[in-house]
């Protein structure tokens, strides 16, 4: 079975991303601008968010983090955005996600100009990518796909399984694998039937935010499956799938840790430059 590590495609994103960072040397163009807005005190929100300042340093980029508290109301928010929205040095804005239970995600992401939506969370970003059209797709879900890219993995006419229709990941991973000419099944919480679908799956993707809620066998004997899942038990941080006993049955795997997790940040990073050079060259 072929491990399907992230670090080594980030490094290639990461690198892309340096080569375009020579045409804002050589036009004097201010470097690309993230801004993270993050309400309240979530500990892993912190921790994705320090990565996250951690990756701009390493580019150059400039990264401003606006701290709101975790009483922040939906008018502080909404002001703090509109206000990023005015701002010319701003290029592309992050509303860090979960947010306090008090706020609408939703509403709130909706507030982010669509030229400055990192995460491709708008409306008007979801819409440009079910149309084909996208800009910049959910981090999450367009670094998949370059790991898709950069292993090979050929998914045109292949059937493949999407479980999870969250609209960070599950949807636009749905809308991405169309655009690569997959057969797409998208599979959720009110599908009854999820183990017989996957069983005819080619390539199976894994984001229901449950550890270790599929074993290998419930995939077909060869398939790929790409895990989304991460979560931190007292025993270590495992994926949605249980990978024991997957050596023998899968063609291949993502691990957890080190599978899709580095190609978020990385996918920022590109998504953020995506936006950048569009404010500077249109
Ligand atoms: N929380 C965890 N992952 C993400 C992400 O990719 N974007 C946002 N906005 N919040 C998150």
Not at 54 to 74: D, G, I, R
Not at 223 to 239: F, K, M, Q, S, Y
Request: include cysteine; charged fraction near 20%; charge should be neutral.
């Amino acid at each position: 079975m072929i491990e399907l590590k992230g670090k080594p495609v980030a490094d290639s994103v990461f690198t892309e991303i340096t080569n375009q960072l020579t045409l804002f040397t050589e036009k004097k163009w201010a470097m690309p601008h993230l801004v993270v807005v993050l309400v309240g005190e979530n500990p892993a929100s912190e921790v994705y968010v320090s990565h996250k300042e951690k990756a701009c340093q390493k580019l150059n980029f400039k990264s401003t983090l606006v701290k709101l508290p975790e009483t922040a109301t939906e008018s502080d928010v909404r002001q703090t955005l509109e206000k990023l929205n005015q701002d010319q040095s701003v290029d592309a804005v992050l509303l860090q996600l979960p947010l306090p239970a008090h706020l609408d995600s939703k509403k709130l992401t909706e507030v982010i100009y669509p030229n400055k939506d990192a995460d491709g969370l708008t409306q008007a970003s979801l819409g440009a990518l079910m149309a084909g059209q996208q800009k910049v797709a959910s981090c999450t879900s367009a670094g998949i796909i370059k790991m898709l890219e950069f292993y090979n993995i050929n998914v045109v006419n292949k059937k493949v399984v999407v479980v999870g229709r969250s609209l960070i990941v599950g949807l636009p991973l749905f809308h991405l694998l169309l655009q690569k000419n997959a057969t797409v099944t998208l599979c959720h919480s009110k599908t009854e039937n999820i183990k017989q679908v996957l069983q005819d799956a080619d390539v199976a993707f894994v984001a229901i935010g449950k550890p270790n809620f599929f074993k290998a066998t419930d995939f077909k004997k060869g398939a790929t499956v790409i895990d989304v899942g991460i979560h931190r038990l007292p025993e270590g941080l495992c994926g949605d799938v249980n990978p024991e006993s997957a050596a023998g049955h899968l063609s291949a795997m993502t691990p957890v840790p080190g599978g899709v997790g580095p190609m978020t940040i990385a996918m920022l990073m590109k998504n953020t430059m995506t936006l950048a050079l569009e404010n500077r060259i249109g």
